[in-house]
């Protein structure tokens, strides 16, 4: 019963975030139906899976996409830059360490409040 209810509660929400993106992003037919919803959903629900089997959060849809979709993000290309830009920061990694953890602290607890 329990998992019935979470799958049941992760398809609503990618079916909302779905449709509601896509509306955004004006891809829609003129019926309000979307095309490829099926394939979309196939896709967040291997996602969701996949993430849970390796012990990583889910790659699922976020209602937040909507911001992106709004600058012009439709194609799916911005995420991809996106992740090449969070790659390339981890070679900077390092540059962290020039920070005392008690700087840090401090910082997080004045941003925080």
């Given at each position: 019963m329990i998992v019935f209810t979470l799958?049941?509660?992760g398809f609503f929400d990618a079916m909302a975030t779905i449709i509601g993106v896509g509306t955004e992003a004006k891809l829609a037919d003129d019926k309000g139906r979307m095309?490829?919803?099926?394939?979309a959903?196939?896709?967040?629900?291997?996602?969701?899976?996949?993430?849970?089997l390796t012990g990583s959060s889910g790659q699922t849809?976020?209602?937040?996409s909507a911001s992106g979709v709004g600058e012009g993000a439709r194609?799916?290309?911005s995420s991809v830059i996106t992740?090449?830009?969070?790659?390339?920061?981890?070679?900077?990694t390092?540059?962290?360490?020039l920070v005392p953890a008690q700087v840090a602290a401090a910082a997080l607890v004045v941003i925080g409040r």
């Open positions: 799958v049941l509660a095309p490829g919803l099926s394939k959903l196939f896709v967040d629900g291997a996602g969701g899976a996949i993430g849970g849809v976020f209602i937040e194609t799916g290309l992740g090449l830009l969070f790659a390339a920061c981890l070679f900077f390092p540059v962290t360490q």
